[in-house]
């Protein structure tokens, strides 16, 4: 079968940062009359979520502002394809690769709605081939980085000498709902923040890098209704059930085992795992799973600690800081997210860090 490897992984962050600490007084604000007690409740779901800090396509106060989904939305569209455009540029520029020399780009977000889609526009403004083939990858939420990266090894392997761009952006601050004080909705604020990655992938004889070894889905049964967002007259209204960790630690072995055995490996075979940070308890629960082995979540809680959950691009925000740790030693990892579905999304690769990759 034609190996498909992971050439580089590049991250592009909105130009607004802030602290969960400076989000404090506005969130107080937002919930000015409410009682106290589901004040103190907001705060300490902020404090507990894990979340140090995280990226924003908008200032803080514009966020707690009230507008019309038409005008967020335009917010996200403009941001996407900036963001988008930066991170598949540097991509490239790190990879000395041509922006010609694409054959296919996967475009994957869910935090708003733009057509035609991310992809066409990153066409024009990076000079992409002409007769290049776009995927869009949308409603596919937190699972979908990994999705792209399983559709784009899939082509890769049927086109052997070709190349891929996956560019994820999301821009969850865009859907953050002013007239809704849910415990959702602020779970939701809690974890989310924006950003975008690009992550290249070639089938060439001649690339080196990480090799995908195996994919694959797992689809959860009669839980559509766990994850997503209500699409409504106020914009992308958010699904998030408290039972999604149970969720996940109930499953965890049907998806897993039977995946790693027919790869011909053992959970204690695994030296890294390559984890989307879906929330803090999301972390626990799957730390739970792995603590007898040699791989740990360090990365994956860094990641949600200083970035915030950023929907699809979080996990390829992790697949990054293995990828440029100049510590990193190689060996089989695993790459693993969940989204609405409810769906868990798994690649199985043999990493090879940029500092090893770059001396072959």
């Known amino acids: 079968m034609n190996k498909v490897r992971i050439i580089s992984a590049r991250k592009a962050l909105p130009r607004y940062a802030r602290t969960t600490e400076e989000i404090m007084p506005s969130l107080m604000e937002w919930l000015r009359d409410e009682d106290r007690r589901k004040q103190r409740k907001a705060e300490k779901i902020f404090q507990g979520a894990g979340v140090r800090r995280r990226f924003g396509i908008m200032d803080i106060a514009d966020v707690f502002t009230q507008t019309s989904f038409e005008e967020k939305n335009r917010e996200y569209a403009s941001a996407a394809v900036e963001l988008g455009e930066r991170a598949l540029r540097t991509a490239l520029n790190d990879s000395n690769w041509d922006p010609n020399s694409i054959d296919i780009i996967i475009s994957v977000s869910c935090t708003g709605i733009m057509i035609p889609s991310l992809d066409a526009y990153l066409v024009n403004r990076v000079g992409l081939p002409q007769d290049i083939i776009r995927l869009p990858v949308t409603e596919m939420g937190c699972a979908a980085g990994i999705s792209g990266?399983?559709?784009?090894?899939?082509?890769?392997?049927?086109?052997?000498?070709?190349?891929?761009?996956?560019?994820?952006?999301?821009?969850?601050?865009?859907?953050?709902?002013?007239?809704?004080?849910?415990?959702?909705?602020?779970?939701?604020?809690?974890?989310?923040?924006?950003?975008?990655?690009?992550?290249?992938?070639?089938?060439?004889?001649?690339?080196?890098?990480?090799?995908?070894?195996?994919?694959?889905?797992?689809?959860?049964?009669?839980?559509?209704?766990?994850?997503?967002?209500?699409?409504?007259?106020?914009?992308?209204?958010?699904?998030?059930?408290?039972?999604?960790?149970?969720?996940?630690?109930?499953?965890?072995?049907?998806?897993?085992?039977?995946?790693?055995?027919?790869?011909?490996?053992?959970?204690?075979?695994?030296?890294?795992?390559?984890?989307?940070?879906?929330?803090?308890?999301?972390?626990?629960?799957?730390?739970?799973?792995?603590?007898?082995?040699?791989?740990?979540?360090?990365?994956?809680?860094?990641?949600?600690?200083?970035?915030?959950?950023?929907?699809?691009?979080?996990?390829?925000?992790?697949?990054?800081?293995?990828?440029?740790?100049p510590d990193a030693q190689p060996g089989l990892g695993l790459m693993l997210s969940f989204g609405p579905g409810f769906t868990a999304q798994r690649i199985l690769i043999d990493l090879v860090p940029e500092t090893i990759q770059n001396q072959v």
């Not at 052997?160 to 560019?167: D, E, F, I």
């Not at 959702?184 to 989310?192: C, K, P, R, T």
């Not at 990480?210 to 209704?225: R, S, V």
């Not at 630690?249 to 989307?276: C, S």
């Open 149 to 325: 990266l399983i559709y784009a090894r899939r082509f890769l392997q049927a086109h052997p000498g070709s190349r891929a761009a996956v560019v994820a952006v999301e821009c969850p601050s865009a859907t953050f709902q002013h007239t809704d004080r849910s415990m959702a909705n602020i779970v939701s604020a809690a974890l989310f923040g924006d950003g975008a990655s690009c992550v290249l992938l070639s089938s060439e004889e001649e690339a080196r890098g990480t090799e995908i070894l195996t994919d694959g889905m797992y689809h959860f049964p009669k839980a559509t209704d766990l994850m997503g967002f209500d699409l409504t007259n106020h914009g992308l209204k958010m699904i998030l059930s408290p039972d999604v960790p149970q969720t996940i630690t109930d499953h965890f072995e049907a998806l897993l085992n039977p995946f790693l055995e027919q790869a011909g490996t053992r959970q204690d075979e695994l030296k890294h795992l390559i984890f989307h940070p879906g929330g803090r308890k999301i972390i626990e629960a799957t730390d739970a799973v792995f603590k007898e082995g040699p791989a740990n979540l360090d990365k994956t809680a860094y990641v949600l600690q200083e970035y915030g959950n950023m929907s699809s691009a979080t996990v390829l925000y992790v697949l990054e800081e293995f990828l440029r740790d």
